[in-house]
């Protein structure tokens, strides 16, 4: 919004003429965000608390601490986030960039999914809220007017295709086989985000490190005299989303501030099934899908421990891998502090971004 209206007093007013550079409008993005985060914060979870006077639900089978330190803490603050980064975008962003729409659309789309599942598991007072089938439907069905969105404004290489890390010039195309692959990539990163959220900071830590990456990563897919020098494959139009990127970085940090232990607000379902669908949605614009299971790599180990204990259960007929899945839990039942399994996982989060970020140069 700015962007389109004071660009063209830029005769008049050169200053304006820094409205052109990315890199400055994402600043600007992450600023706006986090500044919104801390100004409507504190007003926006006393009203939560009003609102929910038990807060959200604790699991009964979950680690016994969390019934007494996580008792009465509201949730859906993850309407905080999209608010700040909604905003900061329409302010800061080229809103002619189909791309930011098409983000937009999964944010807040998945992100009023979120709202629905929080909802019904304040007013049932149980943790399990809407049904997984009819919630993974409606997450695929975002997920299609996405990669509908995606694909009509791709260059002819990447509608139905993929590129690998470590290699310069090899596209793969799945045909066909690339809606079910982005169907993969969005809601499977929507829900591994959601089952990191599971301690004070460690989901919206390790969001903040991956949408570090994938902003600078956006930057240089979109530019051409980078793209080249990197021998990746430049992908026009993507250098916007560093604005988007940016403003999830400055709404995560402002949302952080009032989650690092012991929180004072959940985001909830509503947090991090958007900001998950919004991490896997920019992995597929960019062409950097795979790159994603690297940096996110942490959402990855949360996901896969779950699936080994309920497979392993099933087939041993009771029997256990971890003490308690997700992994994070794990660590819980054998005696770590909560602030010591965040602060390590977000260790783990950075090296595996580290990695990750490698994967531009090593080709």
Known sequence: MLYHFLYTLTDQYPLFNLLRYITFRAACAALTALLISFV???????????????????????????????????????AMILGSITLSVLLWGNLSNVYIWCLLLITLGFGCLGMVDDYIKLTKRHHAGMRSSHKFLLQCLLSG?????????????????????????????????????????????????????????????????????????????????????????????????????????????????????????????????????????????????????????????ETLSVILQVGFFKVTKGRRIFLMAPIHHHFEKKGWSEPTIVIRFWIISIVLAIIGMATLKLR
């Open 40 to 78: 409507f914060g504190p007003k926006f979870i006393s009203w939560l608390k009003r609102l929910q006077k038990d807060g959200q639900p604790i699991r009964d089978n979950g680690p016994a601490s969390h019934l007494v330190t996580k008792r009465g803490t509201p949730t859906m603050g993850g």
């Open 145 to 301: 007017i996405a990669c509908y969105l995606i694909m009509q404004h791709s260059a002819l290489p990447f509608k139905t295709g993929i590129t690998l890390p470590f290699f310069k010039d090899l596209i793969i195309n799945l045909g066909y086989f690339y809606i079910p692959f982005v169907f993969t990539v969005i809601v499977g990163t929507s829900n591994a985000v959601n089952l990191t959220d599971g301690l004070d900071g460690l989901a919206i830590g390790s969001v903040i490190i991956t949408a570090i990456c994938f902003s600078l990563i956006s930057y240089l897919v979109g530019h051409q005299v980078f793209a080249q020098y990197l021998q990746i494959h430049f992908v026009p139009g993507t250098g916007e989303i560093m604005v988007y990127c940016a403003a999830m970085v400055g709404a995560g940090l402002g949302f952080l501030w009032f989650n690092a232990p012991p929180a004072q607000v959940f985001m909830g379902d509503t947090g991090s099934l958007a900001l998950g669908g919004a991490l896997g949605t920019i992995a597929v614009i960019t062409k950097h899908e795979l790159v994603l299971m690297i940096i996110g790599g942490l959402f990855v180990i």
